[in-house]
């Protein structure tokens, strides 16, 4: 194991030393970074074009960019949707690098504008599947509590669709709530919802731009089946001293970013709380005043360039939520921490190196008499090193590859109960380790000026290391023996090739055909008895006993734009195909079962639809109208009798209306409609008495829906032009959350009547109707 | 486990959620035969219920089984014949010379029904070992204060045998009278924390102030009754109990339909279908103690 490693990173090293040897002896290169004038943050996907040869390129997550150019003189054009054209001449006869800085054109409602993509993105670029979302298009949605959460944002787009009210877990395409890759700067992060799913780690203050890639995952990452969330913090206002913040009805934020020192080095730091607890202790109630509930969160960076050829960048997430009363408490959290250095090996050849380590952790304990307690605590800890490289051979190729490296491990946890006379053991589970190592190669090439090919090769090797206990199972998944082993032993390796292919055929300058077929594979699956996500989730990985899943998943799509660019519109249609899929049999014991393995079932399942969406980007009136169809089913041996049933996020008919109006310089109305047919669900067809309770007998898995979720959320934001001039630009965000109230269904059980033995009924918990919140924002 | 009871409390406090009947239609299937019985080793008569099932919106009592032939043959060879109560229809009691010895494996037979109405005779049969139960040391009863409320904990202090699995179910009588009937009141636990211990004034069950046949007063005699299940009851209980309290998406699971140890044999079904309920057989062991203030 460790040979191959070694022989793999001297190859890669090769590589390097190659072309750094190539490149001197033909063309010259010119490189620089793209900024934002105003604050100097890095703009990410900026089109760099030079005129006399029509060709371009685009910034990388960095801000970089590098391209080829014959000795002359050229003109440089940069865009970027949001700002102004910067345009210079420039004279290449030797390697030279070109910084621009953008100012930003919009109007001054927006804050910090960091568009991602260039008017004709949507036709040109060799990316489908993939939506990037802009923090102002964010903003103007309206939100849950005021807050306004990038999870909830994500929701909205078409072939996502919400794993139920109140979490921010989400389901792509058909796929599992753990079947996402959700990337904060590089480090994964395994439970991206606050308590009760109001509000989502991400803050979105200290956010830069965030992308979804549904299908089309680019070969650079791996490991989840459905989607990859990448999301990137902001660097910090490099030019002066801002903050911004925000004091709303259940939460309040501030950040705050500047340079230190000069403009080398700056720093963002970024925090919130909840304080719903205080009304709580309002209430006359005196179980409901004895609850604590409330969460923070931290996110923090800082970033110093050394010099042209090299940057470090270290930032760190921290939040924790707490739930306490005096019988029971549970809290939860994610801790990730990421350091980086971007080093330019060349002005073509860029490369980022990256440490990363992620934590997430619960505890469920309970105090409610002096004589027995009990306290359950789960971690699981990731650690990480990643060295991507990013060779611009050309304008029309562009070359990716790279050596990944993770190592995980998880602590399912340790049971301790106190208090009564008797002593009892602590009850642990034992610890899991795993080793997930990776190579990749992917190249973007634009063969002219009507087709571009992106091609990539990922080969995988995931291995479960001791120390660590394997049992072992027969034909009944009872567990007959088990085997132990020492610490450091590699156990099993899967090794797993996951192929990407992606092509884009223009066919004018308004419309192009895009189709792709990628594999991913998934390592680490969540075992989740709900179908919601809870914080009491584990994660289990590939074993012996427990095969990697595998999806294929291909993709067409036809994409057209209208009105110069203004209207933007597209058709998808997917099939995914997807084996080695996990379910759990019924009445599955997971929480505290060493024997975890032996409740899996296996079998296949494939998902199919098709997305429309017509989005509007410029004037007044912006946003988008979505309609996804789509359906998902499983065929698992041991559930069901062995017949397919639907999968169970499978919602046929999603409907997504989301719009902005820009009233005059003062308000803005937002609004978005959401629709989304019922989940399938089981119901009962008959019923039983049994012990002196009647209990239903149920149909088979999944063959009824619930009733379809709609609702709609109002908001209106206001800036104050007052004649006094504060230290500060202030502004007022009112909503209200399901205007109409419409109680969706969030669980329906079949319970006795308490007040009438011998009588069953169907009951029906909503979560949250006519919600309005206010919360005053500031910038300074 | 007390881990179901702390998730079962979490939900019910932290969830300020709003909960209304609806109407639903549901859909229907062939009657199925239920059998509730428990049999135990102490000297009182035991009874097999046999029901069937019904609609979900049935709301009248299951219709009771009649006239079925009813046998219990240990390992050793012994048989017996439930007689049917002749004024409790459905029911049927184990006759005076009936008497259950720890360590056999006995096999519940039920024939002569047809329960689907089809015009054929079905058979049912049941197979479980009577397990061991410890002796009860001591036992008291201490008034404490939880949930907001007076309750009365429920004390025991005994051996627990190091080297067999043991799965436990407490019952508790005041004054000779059960209130904890309904098997969501039962206690259940599995030995996994305690396994070959002796417990010292262990708490094993709880008596609220809140529900009225649970109040204790002073002078009040409290009986305890410990029985010692299969592992396979004790997942019957639970199940059942999940499926009372019903379900919420946090920490709920698949609805599934809860496990049976009873199958049908003829005519032979290959999907478990056709009977639900369980055949229960345990050994009991008892205590009393008078609560004084």
């Known amino acids: 194991m460790n040979f191959k490693r070694t022989f793999l990173i001297f190859l890669l090293f090769s590589i390097i030393q190659g072309i750094m040897a190539i490149e001197t002896a033909e063309k010259i290169t010119l490189s620089g970074y793209v900024k934002d004038a105003s604050n100097g943050e890095a703009l990410i996907g900026a089109t760099v074009y030079v005129k006399e040869l029509k060709k371009g390129t685009f910034t990388n997550n960095y801000g970089f960019y590098s391209i080829n150019l014959p000795k002359g003189s050229f003109t440089i054009e940069c865009t970027y949707v949001g700002y102004k054209n910067a345009t210079s001449t420039v004279i290449v006869n030797g390697v030279q690098t070109l910084n621009i800085d953008l100012t930003p054109g919009s109007k001054e409602l927006s804050e910090v504008v960091v568009r991602s993509r260039r ?130 009805t259940i939460a309040s934020r501030l950040t705050l970013e500047g ?93 980022n190196f990256t440490f990363n380590y992620t934590r997430y952790n619960y505890g469920l304990a309970s105090s409610f008499s002096d004589e027995s307690n009990f306290d359950w605590k789960y971690k699981m800890n990731d650690i990480g090193l990643k060295a991507d490289f990013t060779y611009f051979l050309s304008p029309e190729n562009t070359l990716k590859f790279g050596y990944n490296t993770t190592f995980h491990k998880l602590s399912p946890g340790t049971v301790i109960s106190s208090g009564g006379a008797t002593s009892y053991d602590k009850y642990e589970l034992p610890d899991i380790h795993a080793l997930n190592q990776a190579i990749y190669l992917s190249d ?27 049992y072992n199972y027969d034909n009944n998944y009872e567990s007959v023996d088990s085997t132990v082993y020492g610490s450091g032993k590699f156990i099993k390796t899967f090794f797993r090739l996951s192929p990407r292919l992606g092509i884009n055929y223009r066919l004018n300058s308004v419309s192009s055909l895009k189709a792709n077929y990628s594999r991913t594979n998934q390592f680490l699956q969540m075992a989740s008895n709900s179908t919601a996500g809870t914080p009491l989730d584990l994660w289990f990985t590939s074993s012996p006993n427990v095969k990697p899943q595998i999806c294929d998943q291909f993709a067409v799509g036809y994409f057209r734009n209208f009105l110069d660019n203004s209207l933007e519109a597209s058709v998808e249609l997917f099939y995914k195909d997807m084996r080695n899929t996990i379910d759990f049999e019924d009445h599955a014991q997971l929480l505290l079962n060493k024997k975890l393995d032996g409740e899996l079932r296996f079998g296949k399942s494939k998902a199919y639809g098709a997305e429309f969406l017509l989005q509007k980007n410029e004037g007044d009136l912006t946003g988008w109208i979505s309609y996804a169809y789509s359906h998902t089913e499983r065929k698992i041996e041991g559930i069901n009798s062995n017949q397919t049933y639907l999968a169970p996020y499978d919602r046929p008919h999603t409907i997504y209306v989301v719009a902005n109006y820009a009233l005059n310089e ?13 989940q399938p669900i089981t119901y009962p067809v008959a019923r039983m008495e049994t012990g002196k309770v009647i209990i239903p007998i149920y149909s088979k898995r999944n063959e009824y829906r619930m009733p379809d979720y709609h609702r709609l959320d109002v908001s209106l934001n206001y800036v104050p032009q007052g004649k006094r001039k504060l230290p500060w630009k202030g502004e007022w965000n009112f909503s209200i959350y399901n205007v109409y109230a419409h109680k969706n269904a969030w669980a329906i059980n079949f319970v006795g009547d308490k007040d009438n033995p011998g009588r069953t009924k169907a009951e029906m918990t909503y979560l949250f109707t006519f919600i309005p919140s206010v919360t005053y924002n500031i910038k300074f | 486990m007390k881990y179901a009871y702390i998730t079962a409390l979490f939900c019910a406090t932290l969830l300020a959620s709003c909960t209304q009947e609806i109407d639903l239609n549901l859909g229907k299937t062939e009657p199925e035969l239920v059998v509730d019985g428990a049999i135990s080793d102490d000297a009182a008569a035991d009874t097999i219920t046999l029901k069937k099932s019904s609609d979900y919106f049935y709301n009248k009592p299951a219709e009771m089984v009649s006239g079925a032939i009813v046998t219990l043959t240990d390992s050793e060879g012994y048989s017996y014949t439930l007689p049917e109560d002749p004024g409790k229809k459905g029911r049927y009691y184990t006759p005076a010379n009936f008497m259950a010895v720890a360590g056999r494996r006995y096999t519940l037979n039920i024939s002569n029904v047809d329960i689907n109405s089809d015009g054929v005779k079905e058979t049912y049969t049941s197979e479980s070992g009577l397990n061991k139960v410890p002796d009860i040391d001591s036992m008291s009863v201490v008034k404490k204060r939880i949930f907001y409320q007076d309750s009365w904990t429920v004390r025991v202090s005994m ?76 997942y019957y209980i639970y199940q059942v109990a999940d499926e009372f309290r019903g379900r919420n998406p946090l920490f709920g699971g698949q609805p599934a339909n809860v496990n049976t140890n009873i199958k049908r044999v003829s005519p032979a079904s290959t999907d478990g279908k056709g009977v639900r309920g369980f055949f229960a057989i345990y050994s009991t062991a008892r205590k009393s103690f008078v609560y004084k203030e």
């Open chain 1, 119 to 248: 008017k004709d993105a949507n036709v040109s670029n060799n990316n489908m599947s993939a939506q990037k979302l802009e923090i102002t298009t964010i903003r103007k949605i309206p939100a849950l509590m005021g807050e306004v959460d990038l999870i909830k944002a994500i929701q909205l787009l078409p072939g996502v669709v919400s794993a139920g009210e109140g979490t921010s877990s989400f389901s792509v395409r058909g796929g599992g709530i753990d079947q996402n890759l959700i990337v904060l700067d590089e480090a994964t992060v395994y439970n991206a919802s606050h308590l009760m799913g109001f509000f989502s780690v991400f803050n979105n203050d200290a956010i830069k731009n965030l992308t979804l890639y549904k299908g089309d995952i680019p070969a650079t990452h791996d490991g989840r089946l459905a989607s990859l969330l990448e999301v990137h913090m902001k660097d910090g206002n490099s030019k002066k001293f801002a903050g911004s913040g925000g004091i709303g």
């Open chain 1, 259 to 351: 340079p230190i020192g000069s403009d080398r080095t700056t720093f963002i730091v970024s925090g919130r709380r909840t304080y719903a607890d205080m009304f709580l202790k309002m209430s006359s109630d005196e179980k409901i005043r004895d609850n604590r509930l409330y969460f923070y969160d931290l996110n923090a960076k800082l970033t110093h360039r050394i010099n042209e050829n090299n940057r470090i960048f270290v930032s760190a997430y921290m939040g924790q939520d707490v739930f306490k009363n005096k019988m029971a408490g549970f809290d939860f959290g994610n801790t990730t921490l990421t350091a980086r250095w971007n080093h330019l090996f060349s002005k073509s050849l860029f490369s």
């Open chain 1, 444 to 470: 973007d090439y634009k063969i002219n000026d009507n087709l571009s090919v992106k091609a990539g090769l990922r080969l995988n090797a995931f291995s479960n290391v001791g120390s660590g206990t394997i």
């Open chain 1, 666 to 678: 003062k308000i803005s109305l937002g609004a978005n409609f959401v629709y989304a047919t019922g």
């Open chain 2, 159 to 234: 051996q627990e045998p190091e080297k067999t699995e043991d799965f436990y179910l407490f019952k508790t009588y005041i004054n000779g009278v059960c209130n904890s009937d309904s098997i969501n009141e039962w206690g259940v636990t599995d030995d996994q924390f305690f396994n070959g211990k002796y417990l010292i004034s262990e708490s094993v069950m709880y008596l609220f102030s809140e529900k009225p046949d649970e109040k204790v007063k002073n002078g009040d005699t409290i009986t305890l009754e410990m029985n010692s299940i299969s592992e396979e009851y004790l």
